[in-house]
T-cell receptor
């Protein structure tokens, strides 16, 4: 299968600071990447769809000014959590689609964010 | 209306038994179907995908798709304690994916 990496795997930051998470497709080009958030013992929640060279599409209820997404190349998407607060503490997971059909979606290992 | 529904479980099976996981979906336009395994604290891992009616086998795993009845299932033969995890069903429509809430499986030694 295809490999997706995320960096960092864990980050602790102070309230009010910003954190950038990188997602890379290592052995394939991904025109579409997704960003998810998962709270303990809950299901995946899609935050946004990131398309290379265009603006991300955010799900309802996700603040685009708080969660900045940049998909600058076919192998890299970044998520920046701006002015982080403790309630932003969560497990953030990116994924990338391996096209063509059946559009297999591969997940990165996730980033555990803790805001103190 | 939820796009994808799964029984949340927990489902418990003894080691060596067959574990059967089920998933139904609402949109007949769904094109591809995926099963992911997620261990606690880890991200999901793709284990099977299927897009044609019938069965698809890969090692101890068999995915079954019935588009007329709008369900997809995953059978795990000779279940092992290491199979204990949450199994997520996902369907693909266009370039969108819809996930079920997952079924928790415990394989008892």
């Amino acid at each position: 299968g295809a490999v997706v990496s995320q960096h960092p795997s864990r980050v602790i930051c102070k309230s009010g600071t910003s954190v950038k998470i990188e997602c890379r497709s290592l052995d394939f080009q991904a025109t579409t990447m997704f960003w998810y958030r998962q709270f303990p013992k809950q299901s995946l929640m899609l935050m946004a769809t990131s398309n290379e060279g265009s603006k991300a599409t955010y799900e309802q209820g996700v603040e685009k000014d708080k969660f900045l997404i940049n998909h600058a190349s076919l192998t890299l998407s970044t998520l920046t959590v701006t002015s982080a607060h403790p309630e932003d503490s969560s497990f953030y997971i990116c994924s990338a689609i391996l096209a063509p059909r059946p559009y297999e979606q591969y997940f990165g290992p996730g980033t555990r964010l803790t805001v103190t | 209306q939820k796009e994808v529904e799964q029984n949340s479980g927990p489902l418990s099976v003894p080691e060596g038994a067959i574990a059967s996981l089920n998933c139904t979906y609402s949109d007949r336009g769904s094109q591809s179907f995926f099963w992911y395994r997620q261990y606690s604290g880890k991200s999901p891992e793709l284990i099977m995908f299927i897009y044609s009616n019938g069965d698809k086998e890969d090692g101890r795993f068999t995915a079954q798709l019935n588009k007329a009845s709008q369900y997809v299932s995953l059978l795990i033969r000779d279940s092992q304690p290491s199979d204990s995890a949450t199994y997520l069903c996902a369907v693909n429509i266009g370039n969108q994916f819809y996930f079920g809430t997952g079924t928790s499986l415990t394989v008892i030694p």
